[in-house]
Every structure is written in C-alpha cells, then in structure tokens.
C-alpha cells in the first residue's frame, strides 16, 4: 500500500469496515437505515464505487475486495468524498456470502471487470459458475438484480450460458443476450484503457424470479 492508502486503511477500517466472522450481518445496523443495499465484488481501487455512491447516498453500498490497496485507496476516497453510505470487508467474496450475508438482502450485485482466467485451462477459477449464481439467487431479494460487466468477450459469452442455464432468473436484455451500458454504471480507468486498445465491453443484467 501506499502511504496514503495505509493511513486511510487505518483510519477509517474501524468505522466503514468491517472483518469477517461466521455470523449474519445486520445490514441496517450496519448502515444505520433500511435504504436497499448494492454489493460490488471486487471494486478494485474503488473509484466507481465511490461515484456511485455519491451520486446515490439513498443507497447503501457494501464492498467486496482481497487486494487491500484497493481497500485503502477506497477509504482514502470516501476521506475525500465525505460518503457515509459505503461499507467494506476484505476478504473472499464467496464465504462473505455464504456465511455473513443474510437471504433476500440484497437489491442488486454488482461484479464489474472481474479477472477473466482466459487460459481455457483456468477457466474453472472463474466467479461466475452455476453454484456461485445459485447462492446469489438466495442472498438478493426478489426481482433483485446481477449486474456483470467486462471486456472479454469470452467470458461474456461465458457467463450468458451460465446463467441462460440457471431456474428463475429473467435476462433483462431485449435481445436476449446483453444490454446497454446503464447510465449509473460508471466508466472505470480500466475500461477506458481497454477502450483506447480497442477492446469491446459487455455488460449483462439478469433479474432474480422468486
């Protein structure tokens, strides 16, 4: 971590994070309100999670990531931004929604850009697989939503077929397969990058049917 990102980690882990233990989260304990709650795994850095937030501080947001610079440099934004609807755990997101995250909490989740694996021999390492969606389908609330974005177009074409595959989910695209970019969904540095080397993004939608 940089030295910015340490003293934020330090600072202010004790207020906006939490760690992980075996045990339900009280959400609006946590938050200290029943707004609706997004989840994002694996913010990265955070920078659009810290937009997204402010930009909807009737939202609560709940942020998923191992890498502990991203962990810092988002709670070094929030110093900046003043959001107080932003929570943080790092630590691997499957066991946090396994064993913290209580069934029907969540409005939407949120995985944006996540490491594609695009060796076929590392493609079983990938996040979206059918029993990952399933325990998504418990953990978000009805007709709550999955929100994928990234800019492989194999793991685009990857995660339709899983959840194509999976019960009880509708796909919110109009065609069937992928929507347009949401216009509060914001535009990371790494997508811009990937823009400029001309790399295409695809986002996904899917709406839990309970």
Request: proline fraction near 5%; avoid cysteine; hydrophobic fraction near 40%.
């Given at each position: 971590?940089?030295?910015?990102?340490?003293?934020?980690?330090?600072?202010?882990?004790p207020?906006?994070?939490?760690?992980?233990?075996?045990?339900?989260?009280?959400?609006?304990?946590?938050?200290?309100?029943?707004n609706p709650?997004?989840l994002e795994?694996g913010?990265?850095?955070?920078?659009?999670?810290?937009e997204?937030?402010?930009?909807?501080?009737?939202?609560n947001?709940?942020?998923?990531?191992v890498?502990?610079?991203?962990?810092?440099s988002?709670?070094?934004?929030?110093?900046?931004?003043?959001?107080?609807?932003?929570?943080?755990?790092s630590?691997?997101?499957?066991?946090v929604l396994?064993?913290?995250?209580?069934?029907?909490a969540?409005a939407?989740?949120?995985?944006f850009?996540?490491?594609?694996w695009?060796?076929?021999?590392?493609?079983?390492?990938?996040?979206?697989?059918?029993?990952?969606?399933?325990?998504?389908?418990?953990?978000?609330?009805?007709?709550?939503?999955?929100?994928?974005a990234?800019d492989?177009?194999n793991?685009?074409?990857?995660?339709?077929q899983v959840?194509?595959?999976e019960?009880?989910w509708?796909?919110l695209?109009?065609s069937?397969?992928?929507?347009p970019?949401?216009s509060?969904r914001p535009?990371?540095?790494?997508?811009?990058?990937g823009?400029r080397?001309g790399?295409?993004?695809?986002?996904?939608?899917?709406q839990?049917?309970?």
């Open positions: 971590m940089t030295a910015g990102q340490a003293l934020a980690f330090e600072e202010l882990m207020k906006y994070g939490f760690d992980y233990q075996l045990n339900k989260l009280d959400l609006a304990g946590l938050f200290g309100n029943d709650v997004v795994i913010f990265g850095m955070g920078a659009s999670l810290a997204q937030a402010a930009a909807m501080p009737d939202t947001y709940l942020g998923i990531e890498h502990r610079p991203g962990v810092g988002l709670l070094a934004r929030i110093k900046e931004g003043g959001q107080t609807n932003i929570r943080v755990v630590h691997d997101a499957v066991e396994e064993h913290m995250m209580p069934d029907n969540l939407r989740v949120q995985l850009f996540p490491d594609p695009h060796k076929k021999r590392h493609h079983k390492r990938r996040i979206v697989k059918p029993d990952f969606v399933q325990q998504l389908h418990k953990k978000l609330a009805p007709e709550g939503v999955f929100h994928m990234t492989w177009e793991y685009a074409e990857h995660m339709l959840m194509q595959s019960q009880a509708k796909n695209s109009e069937n397969d992928y929507v970019k949401p509060d535009i990371t540095k790494f997508e811009k990058r823009e080397l790399h295409g993004v695809w986002d996904l939608m899917f839990v049917q309970k």
